[in-house]
């Protein structure tokens, strides 16, 4: 691929999960986008070293492929550890400490599923405004999650093959 996607960090709690743990609306679809659009990393307390804690978080309530094809962060006291702050990048979280906002500034994209049941959706609608798709060169694949709405356009004159498959 030769285009880089922008770098989007998300968060769990109160993001994509409810309060009472289930998950907020739309989130399945929505994550199975970002997947495909931005170049994703988880950014939570759930686990800062690795995915166990946040498979646990889901319980379920998302498939374990969809949960491995956003990436593991590591840091330590905060999330903006784990962002490399000269790249192209958003964190989504329901609210960051002061020194965190002050880093990212208006890369933050503030999302409460707590407060506003539609929050998904319209960060969903924020981030279509700045994605990115990828540009694939000779030799290259990528996933599409199944049942995910896509399309690809030639550009230039030599023959392409492109094929769509179920995994199995």
């Not at 994509?16 to 659009?37: M, Q, T």
Request: aromatic fraction near 8%; include cysteine.
């Amino acid at each position: 691929m030769t285009t880089e996607l922008t770098k989007l960090y998300i968060d769990i709690d109160g993001v994509l999960l409810k309060r009472n743990g289930s998950l907020a609306n739309h989130v399945k679809p929505f994550l199975e986008w970002a997947a495909w659009n931005f170049d994703c990393y988880w950014a939570t307390t759930r686990d800062r070293a690795g995915l166990d804690g946040i498979i646990a978080a889901f319980k379920g309530q998302l498939p374990e492929p969809l949960i491995h094809a956003i990436k593991p962060t590591r840091w330590e006291t905060l999330k903006i550890e784990a962002i490399d702050l000269t790249s192209d990048y958003l964190i989504v979280d329901d609210g960051l400490l002061d020194i965190e906002r002050k880093a990212v500034g208006e890369k933050w994209l503030a999302v409460n599923v707590n407060r506003d049941e539609d929050a998904i959706i319209k960060l969903w609608d924020r981030l279509k405004k700045v994605q990115n798709p990828p540009s694939l060169e000779k030799g290259d694949g990528m996933f599409v999650p199944s049942g995910a709405v896509h399309s690809a356009e030639v550009v230039g004159t030599k023959p392409v093959v492109s094929v769509d498959a179920p995994r199995g």
